[in-house]
């Protein structure tokens, strides 16, 4: 399941990024395996002017995003998810825990 995307002001202030599309929502069900360019997550379109700024810009940018979209395993029970929610930055990413502090 994709649990969390960059914004769009963060994608279009990367350096050479023209374009860029997720072609699955937030909390969309993904493919188990990714086999081949028609199964793709998203795509990002870079303009550089040379091939060695492409590609190195193209590991930067894929770093980049790798480091910003969460993942989470489908059919995860409310264990195994709260299990989760340290790794991922916040106690309430996953599942919520509301109580009042005033009492």
Known sequence: MLLAVPSHAEVMSLP???YAVLSHSVSA??????????????QVMLRTATLEEFHKRSEETL???GER?????S???V???RAMQPALGSDKALLADYR????
């Not at 979209?69 to 395993?73: A, G, Q």
């Open 63 to 65: 770093s980049w995003f």
């Open 69 to 73: 979209i969460t993942v989470v395993p």
């Open 29 to 42: 069900s993904l493919p188990v395996s990714i086999s081949d360019v028609t199964k793709r997550i998203g």
């Open 16 to 18: 050479d990024v023209e």
């Open 75 to 77: 059919g995860l029970g």
């Open 100 to 103: 009042r502090d005033d009492r």
């Open 79 to 81: 264990g195994e998810l």
